[in-house]
Protein backbone atom coordinates (compact mmCIF):
# COMPACT_ATOMS: atom_id res chain seq x y z
CA UNK A 1 0.00 0.00 0.00
CA UNK A 2 1.19 3.02 -1.06
CA UNK A 3 0.12 6.31 1.13
CA UNK A 4 0.34 9.77 -0.25
CA UNK A 5 0.43 13.18 1.60
CA UNK A 6 -0.31 16.40 -0.43
CA UNK A 7 0.91 19.87 1.02
CA UNK A 8 0.90 23.29 0.06
CA UNK A 9 -2.51 24.48 -1.04
CA UNK A 10 -4.15 27.89 0.08
CA UNK A 11 -5.51 31.07 -1.14
CA UNK A 12 -4.03 32.90 -3.78
CA UNK A 13 -4.74 35.95 -5.38
CA UNK A 14 -5.68 35.78 -9.69
CA UNK A 15 -2.19 35.91 -11.23
CA UNK A 16 -0.20 34.29 -8.02
CA UNK A 17 1.18 31.23 -7.66
CA UNK A 18 1.56 27.91 -5.27
CA UNK A 19 3.83 25.28 -5.29
CA UNK A 20 2.08 21.74 -4.32
CA UNK A 21 3.90 19.19 -2.96
CA UNK A 22 3.18 15.44 -2.42
CA UNK A 23 5.16 12.83 0.00
CA UNK A 24 5.03 9.19 -0.83
CA UNK A 25 5.75 6.22 1.29
CA UNK A 26 6.70 3.97 -1.50
CA UNK A 27 10.15 2.39 -1.06
CA UNK A 28 9.76 1.64 -4.84
CA UNK A 29 8.88 5.36 -5.50
CA UNK A 30 11.44 5.77 -8.36
CA UNK A 31 9.27 3.17 -10.55
CA UNK A 32 6.68 4.68 -10.40
CA UNK A 33 4.55 7.09 -12.65
CA UNK A 34 2.95 9.84 -10.99
CA UNK A 35 -0.17 12.84 -11.98
CA UNK A 36 -2.34 15.28 -10.38
CA UNK A 37 -5.50 15.78 -10.80
CA UNK A 38 -7.77 18.56 -9.65
CA UNK A 39 -12.07 18.46 -8.85
CA UNK A 40 -13.38 21.91 -8.61
CA UNK A 41 -17.27 21.77 -6.93
CA UNK A 42 -19.85 20.17 -8.84
CA UNK A 43 -17.42 18.53 -11.62
CA UNK A 44 -15.58 15.66 -12.13
CA UNK A 45 -12.08 15.12 -11.62
CA UNK A 46 -10.03 16.16 -14.30
CA UNK A 47 -6.28 15.76 -15.10
CA UNK A 48 -3.90 18.27 -14.54
CA UNK A 49 -0.51 17.05 -15.42
CA UNK A 50 1.61 13.39 -14.97
CA UNK A 51 5.12 12.49 -15.74
CA UNK A 52 7.06 9.03 -15.97
CA UNK A 53 8.98 7.09 -13.41
CA UNK A 54 11.83 9.11 -14.04
CA UNK A 55 10.15 12.65 -14.28
CA UNK A 56 11.97 13.17 -18.32
CA UNK A 57 8.73 12.58 -19.81
CA UNK A 58 6.19 15.01 -18.70
CA UNK A 59 2.20 16.00 -20.18
CA UNK A 60 -0.08 18.75 -18.83
CA UNK A 61 -3.78 19.68 -19.72
CA UNK A 62 -4.03 22.47 -22.32
CA UNK A 63 -5.70 24.16 -19.73
CA UNK A 64 -2.65 24.78 -17.53
CA UNK A 65 -0.03 24.36 -20.23
CA UNK A 66 2.94 26.87 -20.05
CA UNK A 67 1.81 27.81 -16.30
CA UNK A 68 2.05 24.80 -14.14
CA UNK A 69 5.25 22.47 -14.67
CA UNK A 70 5.06 18.81 -12.69
CA UNK A 71 8.52 17.78 -11.40
CA UNK A 72 9.86 14.72 -9.38
CA UNK A 73 12.45 14.37 -6.86
CA UNK A 74 13.45 9.99 -6.53
CA UNK A 75 15.83 11.11 -3.65
CA UNK A 76 13.52 12.23 -1.29
CA UNK A 77 10.20 10.54 -2.65
CA UNK A 78 8.14 13.13 -3.23
CA UNK A 79 6.35 15.16 -6.56
CA UNK A 80 5.78 18.69 -6.86
CA UNK A 81 3.28 21.05 -8.92
CA UNK A 82 4.57 24.41 -9.43
CA UNK A 83 1.31 26.51 -10.47
CA UNK A 84 1.89 30.25 -11.64
CA UNK A 85 -0.53 32.96 -13.19
CA UNK A 86 -2.96 31.29 -11.49
CA UNK A 87 -6.65 31.57 -12.54
CA UNK A 88 -9.65 32.02 -10.62
CA UNK A 89 -11.30 28.87 -12.69
CA UNK A 90 -8.05 26.57 -11.32
CA UNK A 91 -9.84 26.48 -7.91
CA UNK A 92 -10.64 23.35 -7.07
CA UNK A 93 -8.94 20.51 -4.51
CA UNK A 94 -5.80 19.09 -6.20
CA UNK A 95 -4.78 15.22 -5.90
CA UNK A 96 -1.90 13.20 -6.05
CA UNK A 97 -2.28 10.16 -7.76
CA UNK A 98 0.59 7.33 -8.55
CA UNK A 99 0.56 4.17 -10.42
CA UNK A 100 3.17 2.00 -10.31
CA UNK A 101 4.30 1.41 -13.55
CA UNK A 102 6.99 3.74 -16.06
CA UNK A 103 4.65 5.34 -17.95
CA UNK A 104 2.48 8.22 -17.07
CA UNK A 105 -1.47 8.35 -18.12
CA UNK A 106 -3.93 11.48 -17.98
CA UNK A 107 -6.60 8.52 -17.00
CA UNK A 108 -8.04 8.93 -13.47
CA UNK A 109 -8.94 4.51 -13.53
CA UNK A 110 -4.86 4.07 -14.47
CA UNK A 111 -3.96 5.52 -11.06
CA UNK A 112 -4.01 3.12 -8.17
CA UNK A 113 -3.38 5.08 -5.10
CA UNK A 114 -4.76 8.58 -4.30
CA UNK A 115 -4.01 11.26 -1.61
CA UNK A 116 -6.82 12.66 0.58
CA UNK A 117 -6.35 16.15 -1.55
CA UNK A 118 -5.38 20.07 -0.89
CA UNK A 119 -7.73 23.15 -1.53
CA UNK A 120 -6.63 25.76 -3.89
CA UNK A 121 -8.56 29.17 -3.97
CA UNK A 122 -7.86 31.57 -6.42
CA UNK A 123 -9.58 35.12 -5.67
CA UNK A 124 -10.05 37.61 -8.27
Known sequence: QVQLVESGGGLVQAGGSLRLSCAASARTFASYAMGWFRQAPGKEREFVAALNWSGAVTYSA????????????????????????LKPEDTAVYYCAARPRVAPYNAIEKYDFWGQGTQVTVSS
Open 62 to 85: DSVKGRFTISKDNAKNTVSLQMNS
